[in-house]
C-alpha cells in the first residue's frame, strides 16, 4: 500500500505512538484533561464503597503470606505492591484507565516531550485483542532502515510478548539509549515464518503537521495532521499563514489515521478555524458539565474538506464533529473510530500515577460518538491508482481527488 501520509517531502515525524499524552491506544487517540482530575458534586462524601474492608485486608494479608511463604523462588514485595495497584485499574474492564509505576510515569512524560530515542514508527493496539501493529513507517527512520513496514504485527519485544501490557507501556521498552537496540519480532502478511529485526534507537523529532499547495488554478491548499501535540497549534497556525500567502482560497485537513491527542490544541486549532460557538463539552457521571468555546475574534472564512477514516479517533473525532455541526465543510471518507470517553491523569504524591476515564465528551449538538464514530457526508473507501511501491501522489489519491472536486465547485462562506 502507498504511503498516503509522505506528501511533505523530508519530514520526518518518528513517532513510538506511544505517548500517553497525544497518542494512540487501541486505535484510539488517548484523549486527555491534562493536570489532575477531581471528583464530581456528591462523588467526595460517604456515598462511595469502602473496598478495603477489614475482609479485603486480612485476605490481602494472607495471600501475601501464602505467597511469600510457598512461592518456589523469592518474591519481589515491590511488585506484588504494584500489582494490587495495577489490578484494581484493571478491574474497571476499561483499556484506557491505568496505574503507572513512578518509573513508568517518567517514561510517559519523557515520551511527551517532543524528541525521545525511538524507532520513527506509529503503533496501535487492538483493546480486544491486545495486538500491536505498525501504522505507519516515516522515511529516513530507524524502523525504515531496519526493513520495518506498516501493518507488520509485533510479536515481541524483547522477550516480552507485546499482548501482555497496555502500548504506553509497550514502548517503553522500544524507547531506550541512543545507539542502543531493540529486537523486535513481528509477523507479515505474505510470510510464513515470523520475522526479527534489530533496530537502532536515535533521536527523534516529532513535527506533527505538513502542508503543501495541491492546485495554485484551483487555489486549493491542504493541511496533514499527524497527531494533537504540544506544538500541533503552533504549526498549524504557520502552516495557515503560509498556504494563504501562496494564494489558497480553498482547504483540505486530513486527519486519516490521526489517533487524537490533547484536547487544548484540537481545540486551540478549532477556535483559529470556526467561529463563536460551543466546540465541544464533556459530562461526568455527576452531571458536571464543561464546555469549551470558540470566541468571535478569528475565523476561517473559505471552504474546507476534512479527510477521515476508520483511525480517526478521540481528539480527531471532535474536530470532525465541530466541523459538521458547524457546517463548517464536508467530511470525506469513512467512519471515524468512535471513541468519546475522556482520560485525566493525576501523578501521586509517590511519583506514580493514574489514568482514569473521567468522562464522556459530547460534540456542539449534544452527540456522544463513543463506539458508533463520525459517519462522513461523502462516504468513500480510500484508493490508491498509483502503481504499488512508487512514491505518493495526491493526484492518485481517490479521497483527495474527491475533496479538490468539492472544493471546486463551492463558494466562500459568510460566518454564522
Not at 479485603?56 to 506484588?80: F, H, P, W
Amino acid at each position: 500500500m502507498n504511503k498516503r501520509h509522505s506528501f511533505a517531502k523530508g519530514v520526518v515525524t518518528g513517532i513510538l505512538s506511544a505517548t500517553c499524552l497525544f497518542l494512540v491506544l487501541a486505535a484510539a487517540g488517548l484523549f486527555l484533561l491534562q493536570g489532575s482530575f477531581s471528583i464530581g458534586a456528591g462523588g467526595s462524601g460517604g456515598d462511595t464503597q469502602n473496598v478495603l474492608t477489614r475482609s479485603v485486608r486480612n485476605k490481602i494479608t494472607e495471600l501475601s503470606d501464602l505467597i511469600q511463604k510457598g512461592y518456589y523462588q523469592d518474591v519481589d514485595t515491590k511488585a506484588m505492591v504494584e500489582g494490587i495497584y495495577k489490578g484494581m485499574f484493571e478491574s474497571l474492564d476499561d483499556p484506557y484507565s491505568a496505574y503507572y509505576t513512578p518509573e513508568e510515569y517518567e517514561d510517559m512524560m519523557i515520551a511527551a516531550g517532543a524528541q525521545y530515542y525511538g524507532i520513527g514508527a506509529v503503533l496501535q493496539q487492538n483493546t480486544k485483542s491486545m495486538q500491536v501493529h505498525i501504522v505507519k513507517i516515516y522515511d529516513g527512520t530507524p524502523a525504515q532502515e531496519a526493513g520495518l513496514k506498516a501493518e507488520d504485527v509485533i510479536v515481541k519485544v524483547e522477550d516480552i510478548n507485546a499482548r501482555s501490557m497496555e502500548l504506553s507501556q509497550l514502548v517503553t521498552h522500544i524507547r531506550g539509549q541512543e545507539g542502543s537496540t531493540v529486537h523486535l519480532v513481528v509477523m507479515r502478511e505474505g510470510e510464513k515464518e515470523q520475522l526479527e529485526f534489530d533496530v537502532e534507537r536515535r533521536k527523534v523529532d516529532i513535527p506533527t503537521i505538513a502542508s503543501r499547495m495541491l492546485s495554485d488554478q484551483d487555489q486549493i491548499g491542504m493541511i496533514e495532521i499527524s497527531e494533537f501535540g504540544e506544538a500541533t497549534a503552533k504549526d498549524f497556525k504557520k502552516a495557515l499563514k503560509d498556504l494563504q500567502a501562496q494564494g489558497m482560497k480553498k482547504l483540505i485537513v486530513d486527519l486519516r489515521d490521526n489517533p487524537g491527542g490533547m484536547l487544548d490544541t484540537v481545540t486551540e486549532i478549532l477556535d483559529e478555524i470556526l467561529p463563536e460557538g460551543l466546540i465541544v463539552y464533556t459530562e461526568d457521571k455527576y452531571g458536571s458539565r464543561q464546555e469549551i468555546e470558540s470566541d468571535a475574534e478569528r475565523y476561517l472564512d473559505l471552504p474546507m474538506a476534512v479527510l477521515i477514516n476508520g483511525n480517526s479517533a478521540s481528539s480527531s473525532e471532535i474536530f470532525a464533529g465541530a466541523i459538521r455541526d458547524h457546517d463548517y465543510g464536508t467530511l470525506i471518507g469513512t467512519t471515524t473510530f468512535g471513541k468519546g470517553i475522556v482520560q485525566s491523569v493525576r501523578p501521586l504524591p509517590d511519583k506514580s500515577a493514574v489514568k482514569l476515564t473521567t468522562a464522556k465528551y459530547f460534540t456542539p449538538k449534544g452527540e456522544n460518538i463513543h463506539g458508533t464514530g463520525i459517519e462522513p457526508d461523502i462516504k468513500l473507501k480510500y484508493k490508491y491508482t498509483g502503481k504499488e511501491g512508487e512514491e505518493y501522489d495526491y493526484r492518485k489519491d481517490n479521497q483527495v481527488r474527491r475533496a479538490m472536486k468539492e472544493l471546486r465547485g463551492s463558494k466562500e462562506k459568510t460566518a454564522r
